[in-house]
């Protein structure tokens, strides 16, 4: 009985029939997950995209023979620096499997120690980060390793990374290493702040300057990458993606991989808006043209609900300012409606805008919204910040130009007139009829008429003044003496007209002159002048050009022949002083000279026809 009991419990449950039953074979273990950026890094210089330049130089160092001892990669982030650094480390270590091979830029196929060298874990392929080891005893051990051949690889190679980290000290210290190293040792520099490198470490390199990859390759390269992973995604996402890397690489695929999970399907440019807080690229072309009309109205509706459906106010004056750049661009660079990277939009509504306005509204655009980008970003309410910039946008559009506002008051009219000769018309918002109208008008916020001014008459100049001696004679006249002496002998003329004055200062001269004088100038003609201390050699100054007027009249006077006579009949005279006849004539009239009745005028003081004094004891 008690067997079968036994029995029946051993059917029942097996587990406690005297033996343990074998375990289950264990799972695998999923392999971890490799992001994008990652996982499509470059392994050869023909998966560099937009470094042609750098590829090409170093394909013909290489082919060459000439491979210096140390290289400095400079660009903005991801760009491509560290895998650079990796592929040349790999080229100058190229080595097959039965021992063969020479340092070479072909790199389709992996030789012995290219999996490692890529993957970062080749022992002599050093890659140190500069942040966390800036000091002179990190240098001091590298200096002291460097001297030992590498184990297996041909090159000992150093890639260090964010170099400008180093500290001055460290940076002298590595000098003699970089500049005379061992021949089986090579050093690979990257960074992103490049002046803060000393140039006596960038003079033992050779520099390469990494550029910020074009959206357009990148929307080609996010599009093949999206093939590989069998993911759908809009060209125009793609290139909303492409926009938002500003030419970063990495950037690109570490947002691509983030919009493949956020879509979970198909990547839609709504998701990539959505997911990164960017505005509708047709809803900012719109506020864009309501700016443009002046229509205050619809720009605050429209930035106000583009706010309330998630976007960035900072992100939406930013998109703003890259439109205006883009029109401004199309009206100088007409070609450049055949980028690849523009859509549809941006192009038909773009190269409107770019026929349509001037030069000037879009650079006064562009400035405004650059002052308001960074207005909002220290706001303490970005959508309020945001909401005064457009209006000082829409308004600014209701300035005229300056030869408009010249005839407005010459006119003495308030507003410009439209074709017909009748007032411009204003749109129902109060903002203006501004840069997309006809013609602009002045207009301000507040849409009551505005009386037209008073005519006003041109003011006439109290006194002529045409020249830097009139300057003068008008400083003489009103007894500034100061003045006076400092135009005669600091002012060295350089442009002189009618309301402007341009001169350099003698050595030595006060710095107050341009400043006193045209105050005075203001004063003594009722006119304002410019005056200004340029940077030029200018003239001869007035003290100087009437010394050398005296010494021309000495010269005259001492070659004419009677006065020859009397200096060499009369030894150590000298000629003391020579009046000008002209000046004479100026200064007194003949009209009112008296006569002198002991000598004509018109005989003359010396008559050569009389005899020499010979004889005569002076």
Known sequence: MTDE????????EPGFAGFDPAPPPAAAAPTPYRVLARKYRPAHFGDLIGQDAMVRTLTNAFAAGRIPQAWMLTGVRGVGKTTTARILARALNFQTEDGGGAPTTDLVRFGVHCKEIIEGRHIDVMEIDAASNNGVDNVRQINDAVRYAPVSARYKVYIIDEVHMLSAGAFNAFLKTLEEPP????FIFATTEIRKVPVTVLSRCQRFDLRRVDSSLLVGHLGSICTTESVEAEEEALAAIAR?????VRDSLSILDQAIAHAAGKITLDDVRSMLGLADRARVIDLFEALMKGDIAAALGELRAQYDAGADPVVVLTDL??????VTRLKLVPDALKDNSLNQAERVRGGDFAQRLSVRVLARAWQMLLRGIAEVKQADRPVMAAEMVLVRLAHAADLPTPDEALKMLRDGSGTVSSGNGAPA???PSG???TALAARPILASANPMPIPAPAPRAV???LVQVASLEDVVALASQHRDITLKLALERDVRPVRFEQGRIEFALAEGSSRTVATDLSRRLKEWTGLTWMVAVVNAEGGATLREQAEAE???RESDAASHPAVMAVLEKFPGARIVSVRDPRAAEAQAPAASAPEDEYMNDGEPLFDDSEPDFDGIDF
Do not use: K, M, V, Y
């Not at 009991?5 to 029942?12: H, R």
């Not at 938002?244 to 970063?248: D, I, L, M, P």
């Not at 300012?321 to 883009?326: D, G, P, R, W, Y």
């Open 5 to 12: 009991i036994d029995a029946a419990s051993a059917d029942d």
């Open 183 to 186: 021949p089986h040792a090579r």
């Open 244 to 248: 938002a890397a500003e030419g970063s």
């Open 321 to 326: 300012a890259e439109f205006t750049h883009l």
């Open 425 to 427: 018309p204003r749109p």
């Open 431 to 433: 903002g203006g009829n």
């Open 459 to 461: 003011a006439q100049p």
């Open 550 to 552: 005296r010494e021309r």
